[in-house]
């Protein structure tokens, strides 16, 4: 079966629902906050979204989407009747307050003249949505709303007139792809406009594992808007003129040595006695300086004349030390005395301040990963001899291949 040739249970549909869920979450909670209000967000079981607004009564919101954004939201649609059952319900075992706000989110377009196209958040008819929803609950015959249309029905009039107040329908909203238009428009202010693809993505990346983490807990508290914003500022603060992102999901990769093993920088740290534990750091620290500068670049962030400009700053750093290395040494240099000015210089590439990428790139293994790049193309080296002696190991590696 190809790609786009799913099954009947192919789970697409579902999961894109939950992740438009989260989005759209996302979506609500960045247009919330220049409010100035205390934001709380919960999100229950991926089905609901609730909003806590200080000043204003609680809004529960439920998405529908739909793939080919042709849902039918009819007067006897089970999408609408499961949402009502779930309201009604909840207000009626307590979870959910009396004086909440409801918002149906569907990619859906309303057919005119029913229920949910009544209440709309313009052309509003309150009196009509109930009449439709009143005889569809005790004329229609749809088995699987029926539980939907007996809760409906016990309700006293007046509690029903006030559920239905209550209702927005906000149909037409954008699908899951069409989202990125709205969450630019919402951080349009973070970053320059070049930079919000980046921006949003690395945004986005904490908001899914911090639903997770809210979902994975029961007795989790609600997502705050204090946690949001915060997270918005420190993003921020990395696509300043002065600084780069430095991303968690590069940070915490485990990285497998075994690719690295035959590389000519770990061939250098072998030639001065590293043992293996330095050397999966020095791994680490490669893998960790390539990706990001790859990223960077990727994402226009920084350029290659940028990153060569860089490397001649740290060559002319290691320079210094390698040259008062060379002098301290003399001429006449025993061999372990040269491996251990080597080790000691080695030990100023893990342990000591290096020239930044840029003034507020704080991280370490930039710099040190960056020399080991260029230890890998031999500019530079611990080893007094080490072009000598990588240089002959590496001919005699291709002259036996």
């Avoid at 954004?69 to 006897?76: E, K, M, T, V």
């Avoid at 009544?118 to 309150?126: Q, S």
């Amino acid at each position: 079966m190809s790609g786009n040739q799913r099954g009947q249970f192919s789970a697409s549909a579902p999961t894109l629902g939950y992740f438009y869920q989260c989005r759209y979450a996302l979506l609500e909670a960045l247009r919330r906050l220049p409010s100035g209000d205390r934001i709380c967000v919960s999100i229950e079981t991926l089905d609901d979204v609730v909003f806590e607004t200080d000043g204003t009564p609680i809004d529960i919101l439920q998405t529908k989407h739909h793939i080919n954004s042709a849902g039918n939201l009819g007067d006897a649609s089970i999408d609408l009747w499961k949402t009502l059952r779930i309201w009604v319900e909840g207000q009626s075992d307590g979870s959910i307050p009396l004086g909440a706000r409801f918002f149906l989110i569907t990619t859906s377009l309303c057919s005119e003249g029913t229920a949910v196209a009544y209440l709309r958040p313009t052309g509003r008819n309150v009196s009509a949505a109930l009449e439709r929803l009143r005889a569809t609950a005790t004329t229609s015959t749809n088995q699987t709303n029926a539980a939907a249309y007996q809760v409906f029905r016990e309700l006293e009039n007046n509690d029903q007139v006030r559920l239905v107040e209550s209702i927005t329908v906000l149909d037409s909203s954008p699908s899951i792809g069409q989202l990125d238009d709205d969450l630019h428009q919402a951080i349009f202010h973070a970053v320059e406009r070049q930079h919000l693809g980046s921006f949003l993505q690395r945004l986005e990346g904490w908001w899914f594992q911090r639903v997770i983490k809210h979902l994975l807990d029961d007795e989790a508290l609600p997502i705050l808007g204090e946690e949001l914003e915060a997270e918005e500022s420190h993003i921020r603060s990395q696509f300043r003129q002065d600084n780069l992102p430095i991303d968690d999901d590069i940070m915490q990769e485990s990285v497998d040595a075994t690719g690295y093993l035959d590389r000519i920088f770990v061939e250098q740290l072998k030639l001065i006695g590293v043992n293996q534990n330095r050397i999966l750091s020095a791994i680490t620290n490669y893998y960790r300086a390539f990706t990001h500068r790859s990223r960077w670049i990727r994402e226009n962030l920084i350029y290659v004349g940028d990153l060569e400009r860089y490397e001649r700053k740290l060559i002319e750093e290691w320079d210094v030390m390698f040259q008062q290395m060379r002098d301290e040494l003399g001429n006449s240099a025993a061999e372990n005395a040269k491996t251990r000015a080597a080790q000691q210089l080695y030990k100023w590439i893990e342990a000591g301040s290096h020239i930044q990428i840029r003034p507020a790139v704080t991280e370490p293994a930039i710099a040190r990963g960056t020399y080991q790049m260029l230890a890998d193309g031999l500019k530079v080296g611990w080893h007094l001899e080490f072009r000598d002696r990588l240089e002959a190991l590496l001919s005699g590696v291709e002259a036996s291949q």
